[in-house]
């Protein structure tokens, strides 16, 4: 049982490329979430999916668009990335909208 | 916008003491959350009180939530160097919302 895995660890890219980061999770969950985290700022949420082929836009969903093709998969697309998009990404799931979240452990990505 | 904001941003115990972290929020709520980060890592759910509920404990943790002033408190008893990390309380909004709005976290230092 692996939990969240998010894959890449690490990443980085040059304005104006593109790139996928990839969710996955094994628990069944109905509910995924990506959120980014930066210094000072907490967690903000960017776009999130309550089921298998829907999603939402969070706080901040400029600049990236998702995918749920699969009920394990949570898919976050960077089309053109840009510096302000430098940041830790996280991504999380959960049975129910407010029930507790289990996070991935993180991508880290640098735009330059 | 951040929906619960911790205080204080940075608490430095000795080991053995009490820690306690405070989190405000702005709109009613169905449940409140608190996650643990520890550094490089995903947050880990530790506990999640509802809106009916005033005290709830697990382990070393014990949770309060004051809805008349919209506030809850996490104390950890008996602090160890291991409690290091970053705290961070998560809120729904009440109507059944899908989503968690996270503060800024609260930096714990415990020094041995």
């Known amino acids: 049982n692996a939990g969240v895995t998010q894959t890449p660890k690490f990443r980085v890219l040059k304005t104006g490329q593109s790139m996928t980061l990839l969710c996955a999770q094994d628990?069944?969950?109905?509910?995924m979430y990506w959120y980014r985290q930066d210094p000072g700022m907490g967690l903000r949420l960017i776009h999130y999916?309550?089921?298998?082929?829907?999603?939402a836009k969070g706080e901040v969903p400029d600049g990236y668009n998702v995918s749920r093709l699969k009920k394990q998969n949570f898919l976050l697309g960077l089309e053109s990335a840009a510096p302000s998009q430098t940041s830790v990404y996280f991504c999380?799931?959960?049975?129910?909208?407010?029930?507790?979240?289990?996070f991935g452990n993180g991508t880290r990505l640098t735009v330059t | 916008s951040q929906q619960g904001e911790e205080d204080p941003q940075a608490l430095s115990i000795q080991e053995g003491e009490n820690a306690t972290m405070n989190c405000s929020y702005k709109?009613?709520?169905?449940?409140l959350q608190w996650y643990r980060q520890n550094s490089g890592r995903g947050l880990v759910h530790l506990i999640l009180?509802?809106?009916?509920?005033r005290e709830k404990h697990s382990g070393r943790l014990r949770v309060t939530l004051d809805t008349s002033k919209k506030s809850s408190s996490l104390l950890i008893t008996a602090s160890r160097a291991a409690d290091t990390a970053s705290y961070f309380c998560?809120?729904?909004?009440?109507?059944?919302?899908?989503?968690?709005?996270f503060g800024k976290g609260t930096k714990l230092t415990v020094n041995p």
């Open positions: 999380a799931s959960s049975y129910f909208g407010n029930s507790p979240l289990h």
């Open positions: 628990m069944n969950h109905e509910y």
């Open positions: 999916s309550v089921g298998e082929g829907t999603t």
């Open positions: 709109t009613s709520i169905n449940n």
């Open positions: 009180i509802r809106s009916n509920e």
């Open positions: 998560a809120t729904d909004a009440q109507g059944g919302s899908e989503k968690l709005v």
